[in-house]
């Protein structure tokens, strides 16, 4: 009750930034209801909720960030979601994102490989009442095998490939988003499976923290081990 009585207080903000989406050439109306919907100040830190609704990325602690949420709505829009998808999310952060593709997918399984993220997105995500994502501790460039394969994969760090056991995990049909960095510039790619086949194109420049793991960069931000 607390949580939604906070989040009705910040109504007029969320409506706003839903505005600066449109204004950013987002156009997918069941994400600009997911963004209108989600508590975003549920998933900062208290000292930065003034900031919550700024079209801005944010720190979280232990050298991540809360995404711009332009960058967030570009990612969602590229997925095409329907709100009957299992989702694959690499990078569960703060949470807010996989809170917003409970608002567009039935299905949402997170992979964290911070614990002390991964705890705390759990809260967040229950004050938000975000009841449909399971977030898991572990390598996320691994993907999730158990429960695989997926409609649409998304993640929400750099890597120097697309992770090989993603592409191995996405179903016929589906959609994979993710930044590559290339000369240290990073490029999100949407891939897209079709049978055998598998359809790469770039959507453009963005600016993500490193994907940390074995098919994405070792701790000492070098390239994991292929």
Known sequence: MEAGRLADSYGGYRSRLVE?????GIKD??????FGEVPRHLFVPEALRRRAYEDT??????????SQPTTQARYLQAL??????????????????????????SQVVSVERIPALASS????????????????????????KPLAPYDAILVAAASPAVPEPLLRQLKDGGRLVVPVADDKVQKLRQVTRDGDI??????????????????????????GDF
């Open 20 to 24: 600066v989406l449109r204004s950013n």
């Open 29 to 34: 109306m069941p994400v600009l209801r997911a």
């Open 57 to 66: 990325a944010l720190p979280i602690g232990h050298g991540q960030t809360i």
């Open 80 to 105: 095409g979601l329907t709100g009957f998808e299992r989702v694959l999310e690499v990078g569960t952060g703060s949470g807010y994102q996989a809170a917003l593709l409970t608002k567009v997918a």
């Open 121 to 144: 997105a759990r809260r967040a995500l229950a004050d938000a009442g975000a009841s449909t994502v399971t977030v898991l501790d572990g390598d996320g460039s691994l993907g999730w």
């Open 198 to 223: 598998l359809v790469e194109t770039e959507l453009g420049d963005v600016q993500f923290v490193p994907l940390i793991g074995r098919y994405g960069y070792a701790d000492n931000g070098k390239q």
